[in-house]
């Protein structure tokens, strides 16, 4: 390992390593704008000159292009480095607008740092500035191009790691310009890192703009919970409002970059309309007399019909504490266990994905960059799990094949081979892969897809290179699988049963077995769902406790951070649902409908405001820590006017607490023995006990590093899963299609659809389907569709895909979907009405 001097520091690095990154270990921060770690160096600013005094290399040289080697001698504050770094700094600012006061990106301003460091006062040249236009990028992000110093971080990221081509470099020279060109929103879902790279104030954050200084706000590191990747961020809060979400690096999980799901999907925090005060009925209530009042009606209920009419329901966007403490609140009462799961495919998959998780096979994210081939199982990832689609990218430019199989029409930013394959033929063709594998590791290596240069020079979003028959495809991808050292395989959880994520992991466990450091990447629903498939493995699907309702099995029922609603197309049948049961308790922080059917409602706080801790896909548990106290944001209690100038002695709408904590009140209530109520640390001892989790407060342990867990498995398994209910779509001629609803990147996840800049960027929702299914029927691309589901409707627009699967037909779980009620009963496709 090469062994250097850095200002008079010993230090040794890895071979390979800038001479820059060697001094920021050495923790010496040499001067920089065009040089950042996941996008390697290009040495076009010239600001991170050093002198290099002794060694192989001599004079003044840019340390971002200089490996580090042994014998060096270097020097950052050398005279010769220190004047030629304040030479360019003078001619980067001879053209800036000198505008820091009113620029969102003063007081965290690379350029400002290193300006007032050189120690740049005064501008002295006469000529004029160059000026730009400013372009409009859309609703994310502000666009100011004459603070531009021409880093070309910007069409670094852009182009060359996202592989997104409708923002770059224009002109050149003095007169390059980094935009669009022409005016328009910004096609990349990873456009919101462009604020976090850009170096200076050309491009901000749009919502957050004139919002408050870096300086003004409460900062914490908190997680995204968006999808179940786990994406570490930094929030930023000022007057109880949430201002700003940033990306915040993890190696192992999502580097330097979170997507603009995860960024600006935080309205839901912020909501006008979320509870803030307990109700009974419609009435506002105390949380001590809402609390005891549920504590009584469940008594009674339990006292009349059982403890098994009550029923608890709860979702994967619970933390983990909440979905532990329901389910020993409900174990303690023997109530029926907590059903986290909308219907049985959804939970099959999610538990099988969990129990079936081989600890040495399970990969990150940065695994999955460093893999040389990557099959995707029945996933989506732009629009399931975003930064698994960048993971992608990265693998693809280093080299490795990307196979999806897959039966939707799936876009990545990469070249890959997508292979549309029925969900129902999911299982059977993994098996004729598995047997199509060699017997022996020493199988000579399959043809290149494409060449070296092609996977390393291309940059554009692109098209699946041919959709083959699964017959013809299948003994390519085995002969590859075979020739890799280190396969990935991705497998989704959305729209397969558990029967195709267990064969996803016997293909991996078959790879490993012939000396491949396979590895297994699943997506899950939700950011908890890994937690939920522990927390309760042996709990029903929704669909049962609603048929439960509906049979007079269930009289109670409790509902802890869960909108049903939400996913059920027959909404009618919900609430008809709802309206016998004796009694119906709510805790959560959205106001969705499930809100106004409660008899009492006891709202909760969000991770922003409590510790919450989530595991992740891979099994990682991570913690998000508290931002700022509960309570209503001033701009709301305001209006945006001068707060009142009069103290109070309480926070106003303050009257919330973790939901954990409240489940916990209710079964120390109810309990005639013992009615101590747990801490936090006696809750994770609880937790401990229930699945071998056990978590360190101290600040260097795994919980705060985010390590991956070999976690215990359920104790308690199903021993039969429950059986699927698909959905399905009659045609003419007797023809059926199956109908699955599917994730999209913009509209379906629950908490990013209160955010109202997120809503404003919808696509229109389409109902996919192959052109010649839909020509059987005579629909036709564009056209108007009516869906029929049970008693419920809907009018969608059609869009026919020849990358789809025969057979099947995929609808967005859109929130602009809306499901109306109708008498007739047969599920069907019907043709646009003339």
Known sequence: MPKLIIDGRNIEVAPGVKVIAAAEQAEIMIP????????????????????????????????????????????????????????????????????????????????????????????????????????????????????????????????????????????????????????????????????????????????????????????????????????????????????????????????????????????????????????????????????????????????????????????????????????ILASAHQWRPPSCFQDARQRNAAVAAVTRLNPDAAVSLHDVECSDHILVIAADPIAEAPMLALALRQAWRSGARVTVLDPRPVSLPCEYTHIPVAPKQLSAVLQQLMNALPSSPDTPPAPPIRTSDDAHNASAVSSPSCDPKPDTALPLLAAALQSSQRPVIVCGTDIVSGTVVNAAADLVMQLRASRKNAGIFNILPGANAFGAAIASPDGASFSRILAAIENGEIHALLIAESNPVRWFPDRGRIRNAFKKLKLLVVLDYLPTPVLDMAHILLPTQTHFETPAVFINQEGRMQQASPLHCNGMPLSQLTAGKHPPREFRHDIPGADTKPAWQVLLEIKAALSAVNTHLPSYSELWEQIGQETGIIIDRHPDSEISKGHRLRLQKPKHLPETPEPDAPLQINLQDDTSLELFPVESFCGTEELSAYAPILCRMEPVPELIMHPEDAAGCGLTDGGMVTIQSGAAILDVRLKTAAGTATGTAFLPRHRQLVWHRTDRSASRASLPQK
Request: charged share 20%; hydrophobic share 35%; proline share 4%.
């Open 32 to 327: 920089r704008f065009c040089y950042h770690p996941a996008l390697g160096s290009v040495g076009a600013c010239r600001m991170c000159a050093v002198k290099f005094l002794e060694g192989p290399v001599h004079g003044l040289q840019m340390s971002c292009m200089v490996e580090a080697r042994d014998g060096m001698v270097v020097s950052t504050t050398d005279d010769e480095a220190v004047d030629f770094r304040r030479f360019v700094i003078e001619l980067l600012m001879r053209n800036h607008p000198h505008d820091c006061p009113v620029c969102d990106e003063g007081g965290h301003c690379l350029l400002q740092d290193e300006t007032v460091s050189s120690g740049h006062v005064m501008r002295r040249h006469i000529g004029k500035k160059r000026t730009h236009r400013d372009q409009y990028l859309g609703e994310l992000i502000q666009h100011e191009m004459n603070r531009c110093i021409h880093c070309y971080r910007c069409r670094r990221f852009y182009q060359d790691f996202c592989g997104y081509r409708d923002f770059g470099a224009m002109g050149s020279a003095n007169r390059t310009y980094f935009g669009r060109y022409a005016d328009g929103p910004l096609e990349n879902p990873f456009s919101g890192n462009l604020i976090d790279i850009c170096p200076t104030g050309v491009l901000t954050d749009k919502p957050a703009r004139f919002k408050g200084r870096r300086w003004d706000f409460e900062r914490a590191p908190s997680l995204c919970i968006h999808c179940s990747l786990g994406c570490a961020t930094i929030v930023s809060a000022r007057y109880r409002e949430l201002i700003r979400v940033e990306a915040h690096l993890n190696p192992a999980v999502n580097g330097h970059f979170i997507c603009d799901r995860g960024r600006f999907g935080f309205g839901f925090a912020n909501h006008p309309n979320r509870p803030h005060h307990a109700r009974i009925a419609s009435a506002t209530a105390t949380y001590t007399d809402a609390l005891q009042a549920a504590v009584n009606q469940l008594a009674e209920i339990s006292r009349t019909f059982g403890s098994q009419a009550i029923g608890t329901v709860t979702s994967s966007r619970a933390s983990m504490e909440t979905l532990m403490a329901l389910k």
